[in-house]
């Protein structure tokens, strides 16, 4: 496996990794991914990093989006990282979480931060195991089309850079 960073040729790859996480109901209360234009607006440039196999097939990927446009948020963002459902398990997440927060913080980000159902104990304890803390729970925060409208919570999670003070 190897990480680098996401190129527009793997448009097609990254968003039916997306779909298959909007698909098990569980990754976001999005139920479609978004065309690549939107995806790409969206999300940092340096801070997008895709997991290849050794024929060159993504895996899966890390994205960074900023949270706020306001100057004091500035080192404060929030991920999300998806990986091919074939896959769970054999560390392609946790080499995704890692080069995100290399990349993170060598440009002076000092906090990520993300929602994670709390349903998705796969993804909380990857987290967990990258640093990340749950800082609490956003109770009934949103109605989850894919769950017959169901009001859904979600963890609150982040991690704070030790090296940006």
Request: net charge positive.
């Amino acid at each position: 496996m190897k990480i680098r960073p996401m190129h527009q040729d793997d448009a097609d790859a990254v968003l039916a990794i997306y779909q298959a996480g909007l698909d098990t109901g569980h990754a976001s209360f999005e139920t479609k991914a978004p065309s690549w234009a939107a995806f790409d607006a969206s999300k940092l440039p340096a801070h997008r990093c895709v997991a290849v196999d050794g024929d060159g097939a993504v895996t899966g990927w890390v994205a960074v989006c900023p949270v706020s446009s306001r100057p004091v948020y500035a080192g404060v963002v929030e991920h999300s990282v998806y990986v091919d459902p074939t896959l769970h398990g054999q560390g392609v997440g946790r080499a995704l979480l890692a080069a995100m927060i290399a990349s993170t913080e060598a440009a002076g980000i000092w906090t990520i931060q993300s929602g994670v159902f709390p349903e998705n104990a796969a993804s909380l304890a990857l987290h967990r195991r990258a640093g990340f803390r749950v800082v609490g729970v956003r109770e009934r925060v949103g109605r989850h089309a894919a769950h017959h409208g169901r009001w859904r919570d979600v963890m609150f999670i982040e991690r704070r850079s030790p090296a940006i003070i």
